[in-house]
């Protein structure tokens, strides 16, 4: 699942130096535009609209990053609680609207944050760590086990589909990948937190959540908020190219993920359910 070339990618004209040479040459860049998230919900019964999240991120795919970044905020818990999204401004546009059906309460989860917030900062604005755990589905399946060999492919089955990351190496990516190693859909954009969000936002519209018997696969490190977005969908194993931070590993053993990291060259660290891991 990719956006087209041209929504991924700028260019410009640049001047290359090489030691005493240089040369004038086109250079292929990761595009990166702020899209506004506005939401119309319903309070005392009437109709109220008010700007959500303000993000940079990289075109294409906007109707998944707002689903899944409202259902990563657990404001959608499932598909009836959203009535429709729409484009403002015509397309290509960087403001989008959700609308929410009767009975989704926005207001609390308004009154919760401490203002409008950004899709990459991930948790900045809650209250507490605790408040945000109780948000958490039930943890992930028990039962899902995942090979070694599998894990060790990973990289090789997201490279293959980095159309961005191809062109500029400036992309993160998020992959859903099953068991047999098939590859749902991928996603990449300018900022990590975006690109697992268009991830989870296009199994949510699919209605694909939660994801059990799935594993979310990143070009990146793993941090906090990304643990936060995979429990909520329901994931039980987050792997990641790069390393986790401490918060990341703390919170991924407290809610049952697996947490692998520096998945790379035949090789790769568990820093959380290791249970789920077998050598066939």
């Given amino acids: 699942m990719l956006p087209a070339k041209d929504s991924l990618v700028r260019h410009f004209s640049v001047k290359r130096i090489h030691g005493a040479e240089s040369e004038r040459i086109t250079d292929t860049v990761a595009a990166e535009e702020p899209l506004e998230i506005r939401v119309r919900y319903w309070f005392k019964d009437a109709h109220v609209a008010e700007s959500f999240a303000v993000t940079m991120r990289t075109p294409g795919h906007d109707r998944e990053l707002a ?25 290509p546009s960087n ?3 959700i609308e929410l059906t009767k009975g989704v309460d926005f207001e609390g989860w308004r009154i919760a944050r401490n203002g409008i917030m950004s899709s990459s900062c991930g948790i900045c604005g809650k209250r507490s760590r605790d408040s945000l755990a109780q948000q958490l589905p039930p943890r992930p399946n028990d039962d899902f086990a995942i090979s070694c060999k599998l894990i060790e492919l990973l990289p090789a089955l997201l490279a293959s589909q980095q159309v961005g990351f191809g062109q500029t190496g400036a992309l993160h990516a998020a992959a859903l990948v099953d068991l047999e190693g098939g590859v749902a859909a991928v996603f990449e954009d300018i900022g ?13 519209l699919n209605g694909l959540t939660p994801l059990t018997g799935r594993v979310v696969f990143m070009s990146s490190r793993s941090s906090f908020e ?35 990291g520096f998945v790379r060259e035949g090789r790769f660290n568990v820093y959380s359910g290791e249970r789920r891991i077998h050598s066939e």
């Fill in 95 to 97: 403001e989008i609207l």
């Fill in 67 to 91: 689903a899944g970044l409202l259902f990563s905020e657990n404001i959608l818990r499932n598909r009836e609680d959203l009535a429709e999204i729409h484009s403002l401004g015509g397309e």
């Fill in 192 to 204: 990590r937190h975006n690109a697992l969000d268009k991830l989870i936002g296009w199994a949510f």
């Fill in 226 to 260: 990304l643990i936060q977005k995979t429990a909520m969908a329901g994931a039980p194993v987050l792997a990641t190219v790069s390393g986790p931070s401490s918060l990341a590993i703390e919170a991924a053993r407290e809610h049952g993920i697996t947490l692998i």
